[in-house]
């Protein structure tokens, strides 16, 4: 079945580091590949996304790449803010039957000092 | 416009109680899904509805669960005979299709605590 995972946490910072967070996933056929971000008491929200091999998201200054020969997908961002404090979430959408549902990593917790 | 929402935020229960927990998906959003976040587990998938479909309940994890969408819009996750295990963040999410390309937007979440 499909898994993803996470490299583990906490991660702390200061501010302007650069930040990855390593994501790698197990699927069949060609998933979409998504990160998302929980900030402190919000719901979960769509930071980034990639459907197919090569494609770069970006969003607020983070990016991420789909690479299939080594299925990652790494968060990456050369600026940390304060406001970047949350915890990241590398989610996949499987081919074929998925029908959209996510399987995510276990998140990752981004401290950001200043 | 209204984001999806849930109902209750928080919910604190006995064990043995069953409890009902609410989504109002985006208005003319067609697919709905229902995960689980807890501490153990992570976040886990645990029904999809899309449309008039047949629902996929491939990731609830016991019979005591159960979910129904009336008329394609609101929600309703059951889940009987509460137990200890069941505490955790139940969230709610919605996206234009069923497909793997949509963006879903989730809901505030209901926190559960079976006491």
């Known amino acids: 079945g499909n898994s993803v995972t996470q490299m583990e946490g906490p991660v702390t910072l200061s501010e302007e580091a650069f930040l990855t967070i390593n994501c790698t996933y197990t699927a069949t056929g060609y998933p979409s590949l998504f990160w998302y971000v929980q900030y402190p008491g919000e719901g979960l929200q769509l930071l980034l996304k990639a459907t197919k091999a090569d494609d770069k998201g970006s969003n607020k200054g983070f990016e991420a790449t789909y690479r299939k020969e080594t299925t990652s997908f790494h968060l990456e961002k050369g600026s940390v803010q304060v406001s970047d404090s949350a915890v990241y979430f590398c989610?996949?959408?499987?081919?074929?039957?998925?029908?959209?549902?996510?399987?995510f990593g276990q998140g990752t917790i981004l401290t950001v000092h200043p | 416009g209204a984001g999806v929402s849930q109902s209750p935020s928080n919910k604190v229960t006995e064990k043995g109680k069953d409890v009902e927990l609410r989504c109002d998906p985006i208005?003319?959003?067609?697919?709905l899904y229902w995960y689980r976040q807890s501490l153990g587990q992570g976040l886990e998938f645990l029904i999809y509805?899309?449309?008039?479909?047949?629902?996929?309940k491939s990731g609830l994890p016991s019979d005591r669960f159960s979910a129904e969408r009336t008329g394609g819009s609101v929600s309703t996750l059951t889940i009987q005979r509460t137990q200890q295990e069941d505490s955790a963040v139940y969230l709610c999410?919605?996206?234009?299709?069923?497909?793997?390309?949509?963006?879903?937007?989730f809901g505030p979440g209901t926190r559960l605590t079976v006491l």
């Open positions: 208005s003319g959003h067609t697919a």
């Open positions: 999410a919605s996206s234009l299709g069923a497909n793997d390309f949509n963006e879903q937007f």
């Open positions: 509805f899309q449309g008039n479909s047949a629902p996929d």
């Open positions: 989610a996949l959408s499987g081919g074929g039957t998925s029908y959209g549902k996510l399987t």
